[in-house]
């Protein structure tokens, strides 16, 4: 069992980061914001969780231990595979799923791609009393300071495509909203000032 992974980060690619161990580089799939946070050349620490099939060995890599363990809680679901899990996973955070499960509302399983109304349901009713959102926050890792984590959140966004003003008017509009996330890791910032920008531009980012 591979449960976490140590290294340079080789390369990243379509959801996908290359973590150099031992001379071995490892493929782990990740969710785009831990994708864009993990920049080539740097020393990474991800938490993993190794799926075994039949015909492969697959890791899937994350930022917290909070979501390693809601990853693992959703492959407990029927019907829930690891992609799916992790597709959750780049559009909630632990303490939203947590709440989303707690409140029952399958509204927010069901926006996410490849989660039908049936799975949506399914998953509440599977974690209904094995989650509390108490439990778990969408701040698991460490805060950085407002400067650094608004710098990588800008250069995030300019990768996506974005112009440098349009990505600290998009940042500037959510601490402004809500000035308590001026200590927010950047994974926190850039779900958020995604959200306040809206679909990506048709130019311009990652190749």
Known sequence: MISSV????????DGRVVIEVGGVGLSVQVTPEHELAL????????HTSLIVREDALSLFGFETIEQLEIFELLLSVT????????????ALGPGQVAAAVENED?????????IGPKTAKLIIL????????????????????????????????TGLGWSERD????LNAVLAAQPDLSTATVQTLLRLALA????????GGRS
Do not use: N, W
Request: glycine content about 12%; charged content about 15%.
């Open 6 to 13: 140590h290294g340079t980060v080789l390369a990243s690619r």
């Open 39 to 46: 920049r080539t050349g740097d020393t990474a620490f991800i």
């Open 79 to 90: 019907g829930v595979g690891p992609k799916s899990a992790l597709g959750v996973l780049s």
């Open 106 to 114: 399958d509204k927010a399983f069901r926006a996410v791609s490849g």
């Open 126 to 157: 599977s974690l209904s009393g094995k989650i509390s959102s108490l439990a778990y926050t969408d701040e698991g890792t460490a805060p950085v300071s407002t400067s650094t984590s608004g710098t990588d959140v800008v250069m995030a966004l």
């Open 167 to 170: 990505a600290e008017s998009a």
């Open 196 to 203: 306040q920008l809206g679909p990506a531009p048709s130019h």
